[in-house]
């Protein structure tokens, strides 16, 4: 085998690195937000983020991305990376694109395949004043450093023109070099890599150069705070050394590497606790290396911390999430699997499938969920308007806990919940146990998978307990 990696870093080292955004304009953080699972799992000899057999890349991005953005506002554009789509051949964005009731004139575009999508996906929202959607299930096989020091989550950034930002982009720059460092065949469920030292030596000139140039670019000594991230393991730890020496402290993804959601992850943590006024120096080092420096603001922070969602863990047995992944299977429910979601009646229901999107009647303000034309209080008909219920916690009137119903994860827990501002539904309830769910729980409303049949997910909403350290 012929070692190429001199001639690699060469033609990185010709790489123009990039200044300023365009025109000289610095990118500005509207605001940002983040999903970590509930689940934990304990693998090696601590506990794993894992998402839920009803979570995916594209239900952790729509939770994600709902904290920050009010149902129906308007962006410059949806950009959503992963390397854990939930389809391929088909937009992935778009389904969160529906969740959180963005214009049908809103472009909504996928970044999937490595984890460098999601500086990807980052770059072109601070381009377009877009939000960028940042969200993977990592998987690796039993035992495997990828299943223990992994992380299932995700994190958005919203990009635009404020005058109370989150932060800014003061300089921001890419290097690429080509070398076989980590790589997994389409199709399979785990990753590979060669022995981390091999990448070590690839890695640390680019992310010395990289980091020299931001801190010049932005004119700043020493920044307040690092952002180090990587799938090799030593890169992170050895890159930080080597920057930064004793001076700064290299933070990285707290749950773990999480694929195309890392840095925003680690970078979202560090934004939690930052004072405004203070540099962010943020390296991505996946097949290249890409950077950011920021300067922090005094907008508002994230509602949910990192930190915070660490905390609040519920351990699920190793066997259910190895089935879960898809590497164990386990004996069904004896009862028949349901059928495959119907493309045409999905169409016909979006607003309702993906949005969760009632009418109120004008003229009595009955609320209907699931939408009508006709009101069942007053009899009105076509008086309706739009009342989405997605951001509206809610009461759980009654429940029933089925352990005979088709579940991967039973028994199934189904409440009858009435929302805030009006309206009831049933709703699945996730992420909780039967002994948790009574008459006059507080739920909110989350977006998930019901269930997987022949291909296709079939997507919308089931209610989760809002915790007491949640309640607004």
Known sequence: MIDNGGASIMRADRVRVPRKAQGGVRA?????????????????????????????????????????????????????????????????????????????????????????????????????????????????????????????????????????????????????????????SPGDAAGRQWEDRFGLEHYLPLAERAAKELLSEGGVGAPDHVVITSPNRQVSAKAGRLITGSLSTVAGSPAGHAGAADLGLALASVLDTAEPGQTVLALSLADGVDG??????????????????????????????LSWRGLLTREPPRRPEPDMPAGPPSARAVAWKFGFRGTRCQACGFTHLPPARVCRDCGAVDEMVAEPRAGSAGTVATYTVDRLAFSPSPPLIEAVVDFDGGGRYTLEVADAAPDEVGAGTRVEPVFRRLYTAGGVHNYFWKARPVRADEES
């Open 292 to 321: 950011f420096l920021l300067r922090t603001g005094t907008g508002r922070r994230a509602p949910r911390t990192v930190a915070a969602q660490l905390a609040r863990a519920h351990e699920v047995p190793y066997l259910t999430y």
């Open 28 to 184: 500005k953080i509207a605001a940002y937000g983040t999903y970590l699972p509930a689940h934990r799992v304990a693998v090696g000899r601590g506990l794993r983020v894992a998402a839920g057999f009803d979570e995916d890349s594209t239900t952790m991005g729509v939770e994600a991305a709902r904290t920050l953005l009010p149902h129906g506002a308007a962006v410059g554009g949806l950009y959503f990376a992963t390397t854990s789509p939930a389809y391929a051949d088909k937009t992935n964005a778009t389904a969160i694109h529906a969740a959180l009731g963005l214009a049908l004139e809103t472009m909504a575009a996928d970044f999937a395949g490595a984890a460098r999508s999601g500086v990807a996906a980052v770059r072109m929202a601070a381009a377009t004043g877009g939000l960028a959607v940042l969200a993977d299930v990592r998987t690796g096989l039993s035992g495997s450093a990828d299943e223990h020091s992994g992380g299932d989550c995700a994190a958005a950034f919203l990009f635009g023109e404020t005058a109370d930002p989150v932060a800014e982009v003061v300089a921001q720059a890419s290097l690429t070099a080509e070398f076989l460092d980590r790589w997994r």
